[in-house]
């Protein structure tokens, strides 16, 4: 704490960004949890990253050691307790192209990697991780709800495709996980005891069935050298747009994990994490990763924290170092199995319930997001949640704020109040009284329903005492609407300007064509000058 308190503000910013919130305890018990869940997860992250490396077009030894690399430096630097990292469809897709084009190989790709990674590290300790934390439960909850359909319909699409033997050892391994006693499960996982059940079903009653196949073997090389400066220009686009959906990816799986354990990230410290290891994996020719389904895996099968990746990473090294080959017969229906099973949990299926009762503006993000993510676009899934939700937010937000402005005629008698022979009913000034938060939400609305209101009036007072925050978009139309009074010929008063956002209105010169005299500080001075420009009209 003292080494802290003596840098440099800039550098205590960036120290208190990457802290986290005090964690319970680690105990046996929760290593254990850890453990079991790991053992679990590693059934499917193996085959996974093999995928990995297949669809990057990097080759299935890079997508294994960017399981071994990502996963633990993340589960070490990373600002969550329960969270995994490593190989990722969303990266994957996006390195594919790059790696496919025939002018970058792995060299290459390792630099663009480590560049990745540096990005990462600036976004997580200037704060944009923070940012995450606006992304609506709403669309969290459908995302998570999306990848578990998805895990649930591929799994069975590639059981069809295999043939009757791998479905009837998927049925096996299902049944086993779904009514293995819950008193048994603190000891042996019924997932565990479904797949070795499966895995003697595949030997001894049904071969012939689909295997895992051959385990590449081997420690992973150095291959990153200092780049040439004509390739570096290049490598920084496809660079930036790595960093980019790694680091949203990430930090929307850690905002999902959040939402099932009810715990709270560090999103700074997590993308500074990540950025670490790509440097690493850059370095090592592995795949760039980002946080990946197994993170909500991890807790689906019972972990609490990292350490359950820790396992998955340390015991990926073991088969990767030359225990991999005693796996190879294991029968992927089982694999599949456990996904199908993983899937199933993951679907909140208390919302789906729900869709009827909920708001519909909420049930309709829901649905549509759910139904992006399960046809495999995670990504567009949550961009098209976020603008929906934003859009039905906003509709919402403009009825609040429609409702926060007060527009008030003031009686002559109100405003002349010595002068007498007043007609009772004249009431050629108006008030405008401005309340909360104003937005592009409803500035336009705003901006048309205040011009009609202002019209028939020779003063308008706009009162803006009471309004506690603008946009631009809110603060630009407000300047439109002092001009549109100007060119009805009303006087306009300003009072009560909040010093807060008085930038805001400077940047935009909301005020440019109102004379000085005619901006005050309360509403009384405000009256007083209207008084003088009716007397002064009267008068004329």
């Known amino acids: 704490m003292a080494e802290i308190a003596s840098m440099p ?293 019972g972990g609490r924290t990292v350490v359950a990746g820790i396992v998955v990473a340390v015991l990926t090294a073991a088969f990767i170092l030359g225990v991999g080959p005693y796996l190879s017969t294991l029968p992927m229906a089982a694999i599949s199995s456990v996904l199908i099973w993983m899937g199933w949990e993951l679907v909140d299926w208390r919302m789906v319930r729900r869709l009827l009762r909920i708001e519909r503006r909420f049930g309709l993000v829901f649905a549509a997001t759910c139904l992006i993510a399960a046809l495999g676009e995670p990504l567009v899934a949550v961009v098209f949640g976020f603008v929906a939700a934003g859009i039905g937010n906003a509709a919402a937000l403009e009825r609040v704020e429609m409702d926060s402005v007060l527009s008030v005629p003031l009686s002559d008698s109100t405003i002349l109040a010595e002068e007498g022979g007043l007609d009772p009913f004249s009431t050629r000034v108006g008030l405008l009284a401005f309340r909360g938060s104003f937005s592009v939400a409803s500035s336009q609305r705003l901006a048309e329903l205040l011009e009609f209101d202002i019209r028939g009036h020779e003063v308008a007072i706009f009162d803006l005492s009471g309004m506690t925050h603008t946009d631009d978009s809110a603060a630009y139309l407000l300047k439109l609407l002092l001009r549109k009074a100007g060119t009805l010929g009303i006087d306009v008063i300003i009072c009560g300007v909040p010093e807060q956002l008085r930038a805001a209105f400077d940047a935009f010169d909301v005020f440019q064509e109102i004379p000085e005299t005619r901006i005050t500080s309360t509403r009384e001075q405000a009256q007083t000058i209207a008084s003088k420009l009716l007397a002064a009209g009267a008068t004329a």
Not at 165 to 172: E, F, K, L, S, Y
Not at 202 to 224: A, D, H, K, W
Not at 269 to 296: D, E, H, K, Y
């Open 9 to 301: 503000a800039r550098f205590r910013i960036f120290a208190d960004s990457l802290k986290t919130a005090p964690s319970p305890p680690y105990s046996m018990a929760v290593f254990w949890a850890d453990f079991k869940a790991g053992l679990i997860l590693l059934l499917v992250e193996i085959p996974f990253a093999m995928g990995i490396g297949v669809v990057s077009g990097m080759g299935i030894p890079a997508a294994l050691y960017c399981l071994v690399i990502v996963a633990i430096v993340t589960a070490i630097f990373g600002g969550t307790r329960a969270m995994m990292s490593g190989p990722a469809v969303a990266v994957a897709v996006i390195v594919a192209p790059i790696f496919a084009s025939g002018e970058v190989g792995i060299v290459e790709m390792g630099i663009i990697a480590a560049l990745a990674g540096g990005i990462q590290i600036l976004l997580g300790l200037t704060g944009i991780g923070r940012l995450m934390a606006y992304l609506p439960y709403v669309v969290l909850t459908a995302f998570i709800s999306g990848i578990g359909l998805f895990l649930i319909w591929s799994q069975n699409w590639t059981l069809f495709n295999l043939g009757m033997p791998d479905i009837a050892i998927a049925g096996i391994c299902l049944a086993v996980i779904l009514f293995w006693p819950r008193r048994f499960h603190r000891i042996v996982p019924g997932q565990l005891v479904g797949v070795s059940v499966a895995w003697a079903v595949s030997v001894f009653l049904l071969p012939g069935s689909m295997q895992l196949g051959v385990i590449p073997t081997g420690l992973p090389e150095m291959v990153v050298r200092a780049p040439s400066l004509h390739f570096l220009p290049t490598a920084i686009i496809p660079a930036l747009l790595i960093a980019l959906i790694s680091s949203v990816y990430t930090l929307m799986i850690a905002q999902s994990v959040d939402s099932m354990t009810g715990a709270r990230h560090n999103p700074n410290r997590q993308l500074a994490a990540t950025g670490i290891a790509n440097i690493v994996a850059g370095l090592f020719g592995a795949v760039p990763g980002s946080g990946q389904f197994g993170a909500m895996g991890t807790v689906v099968a």
